[in-house]
């Protein structure tokens, strides 16, 4: 009786490891694709599914952004924009990207603005880095060649005001975002983390299948530093940030920051440190995340408590000095705070 059941036994064990084997192998794995874009700009996309080398498919996607929107390619579609006061539209991202910066600067109180380029160069934040000399006079001049709404496009072609300018440097990284996932999408993959330069936007689960999990840092940390301020989960949304602390100088015992009110040509000057924007695709978490730090918490928090699309986490100080936060109702249940 003994040699059957031992027989038994054995093919039960067999049938257990066939069985395990085989659902480890048919399980999606994690893929992981990294590189640079737009210069120096490391990017990092995360999916499940099979192995394949979707990494050719998502740079060439990535080369033909910069070639349309690259202020520093001198025969790209916005340089040739930018030197003629009009442009034809050669490739499929020009209109959408001008459709979205159009919503925004009309939803912000034209705090959103591609145009300020010219301003945010002269107050030091362009290719030269270089430390100005500003007067009242000069920032009046430029704000001469400044304004957004002085722009008319459609779905063919777009014209500027002439010694206008338009940059949309602002919003690329979550343009390129949304771009990369809808390759994905094209090519049957539901889970997936693409990430550029910070720029987040996350589907369906990771390879423990649960939500993705993305760090938002301690804005008050120096530049060199990296400290996690909270956690945040995100399931078919784009998360983006904006802030001052990781692009300013200082000068005569003045800190100047990159963001620049484009309503004043000065410095957007309050105590909001970083905000971060979730929304439903990544170049509109971008662009609204851009326009909350020149508007300031308050006119900020009143758009994201009308608008259901979107939510977000205000990192600031208060009276005080104290670092403190105010956070969104809808994204609450999905972020943590971390203690130091």
Not at 2 to 15: F, S
Not at 321 to 335: A, D, H, Q
Request: with cysteine; net charge negative; glycine share 8%.
């Amino acid at each position: 009786m003994k040699k059957p059941a031992l027989i038994g036994l054995g093919l039960m064990l067999i049938i257990a490891f066939l069985w395990r084997t085989y659902n480890q192998d048919s399980k999606p794995r994690l893929i992981h694709v990294s590189g640079l874009t737009m210069g120096t700009i490391a990017y990092n996309v995360k999916y499940l599914g099979e192995p394949g080398d979707l990494k050719n498919d998502i740079d060439l996607v990535l080369t033909e952004l910069n070639q349309s929107l690259s202020t520093y390619i001198p025969d790209s579609e916005i340089s040739r924009l930018n030197s003629t006061g009009q442009l034809n539209f050669e490739s499929d991202y020009f209109y959408p990207v001008l459709q979205v910066s159009k919503e925004v600067f009309l939803a912000t109180n034209k705090t959103f603005d591609p145009s300020i380029g010219p301003l945010a160069q002269a107050w030091g934040f362009g290719p030269d880095k270089k430390i100005p000399e500003m007067s009242q006079a000069k920032v009046d001049s430029l704000m001469a060649i400044v304004g957004f709404d002085k722009v008319t496009f459609d779905e063919n072609s777009v014209l500027i005001p002439e010694n206008h300018q338009l940059d949309f440097g602002a919003i690329a990284k979550g343009y390129a975002v949304d771009l990369v996932a809808e390759l994905l999408e094209e090519n049957n993959i539901h889970n997936y983390m693409v990430e550029i330069g910070g720029e987040v936007r996350c589907k369906g689960i990771n390879e423990k299948e649960k939500t993705w999990t993305l760090g938002i840092e301690d804005p008050t940390v120096e530049k060199s530093e990296r400290r996690l301020y909270a956690v945040a989960r995100l399931q078919d949304r784009a998360l983006a940030t904006s802030g001052n602390y990781r692009n300013y100088y200082e000068k005569d015992g003045r800190i100047y920051a990159h963001i620049i009110d484009p309503r004043t040509g000065y410095n957007a000057t309050h105590g909001l440190l970083s905000v971060s924007v979730f929304a439903a695709d990544c170049i509109t978490a971008d662009a609204f995340a851009t326009a909350f730090m020149v508007l300031g918490m308050e006119d900020s928090f009143a758009i994201v408590e009308e608008n259901n699309d979107l939510d977000a986490i205000f990192i600031y100080q208060d009276d005080q000095g104290n670092l403190t936060n105010l956070i969104s109702e809808g994204i609450k249940p999905f972020v943590e705070i971390k203690s130091f």
